[in-house]
């Protein structure tokens, strides 16, 4: 059975795609969706802008693109997408493999948990570019600083840029819930092992604590420019009264003098 998972946008408004997809609704809840497309076919959607097929042949898949993309909102420029593999192996042990996993039994839980993981991981990639992009621009600063002694951004920039960090760390632990398994892996073994093979299949703990650093490396960088930007307005105000005062002193002087 094949699993494709893609990221279309920031967020995809689950309450519309809900009274738009005609499908066997399995489960739901405030951020996902998870439908039996027909007997052997299932899709899941994620409020965090990821979609995962399975099963579902390739001219289904792009209708059902085309159909989502009304629903995304904050499409991104291009779509991340990746595959993965699950295989029914009878009387075999549970194994899993760089893009495949072989059970002895694949059965709706499995194919969801599967999903999930591969969901995970796509946005993970999401995250991890939007990470190395933020990093980029801290590097542009540092850079100019050590060349011109100088940092040139204003107020407003840099509030922007703050934003953005905070955006989006706010929204890698609101959507990334890799320490948590889903319902099912409480109270059946075998769902626990296929999630957390799965988990170390895809390296997610690795890769989150890694988005994790680099948003600890931004945010100390942060912290710098900030006490600087401040240090600048304060040298600023200092100057301003400075000169107050001067033109005060002269008023006087001159007054005396007239």
């Known amino acids: 059975m094949k699993i494709t998972a893609f990221h279309l946008a920031e967020q ?22 998870f ?28 209708k059902n693109l085309m159909l989502l993309q009304q629903f995304s909102i904050n499409p991104l420029p291009e779509k991340i997408q990746d595959d993965f593999e699950i295989m029914e192996k009878e009387g075999e042990q549970l194994t899993f ?21 591969l969901a995970q991981s ?18 542009g600063f540092t850079n100019q600083m050590e ?13 922007r840029f703050i934003g953005r960090t905070l955006n989006s760390k706010n929204k890698v632990v609101e959507n990334l819930y890799i320490f948590d398994g889903p ?43 900030r006490e600087l930007y401040l240090h600048r307005e304060s040298s600023k105000l200092e100057w301003i009264i400075i000169i107050l005062i001067c033109i005060e002193v002269l008023d006087l002087f001159l007054s005396k003098i007239f």
């Open 147 to 159: 060349t011109e002694g100088n940092i040139r951004i204003s107020r407003v920039n840099m509030l």
């Open 183 to 225: 319902d099912p892996t409480w109270e059946e073994e075998y769902l626990d092992r296929v999630h957390r093979g799965l988990s170390r299949t895809f390296e997610l703990p690795t890769r989150f604590k890694e988005i994790e650093y680099t948003f600890k490396i931004i945010e100390d960088n942060l912290s710098i420019f």
């Open 97 to 117: 493999h760089f893009g495949s996993l072989s059970a002895p039994k694949l059965t709706d839980d499995v194919i969801k948990i599967a999903m999930l993981n």
């Open 12 to 33: 995809l408004a689950l309450k519309s795609i809900k009274e738009a997809y005609a499908a066997t609704l399995l489960q739901e809840n405030p951020s996902e969706l």
């Open 35 to 62: 439908y039996r497309a027909d007997e052997t076919s299932f899709f899941y959607a994620f409020d965090y802008g990821v979609v995962v097929f399975a099963n579902m042949p390739d001219v289904d898949v792009s």
């Open 122 to 139: 796509v946005a993970m990639d999401y995250y991890a570019q939007r990470a190395q992009s933020l990093l980029s621009e801290i590097r």
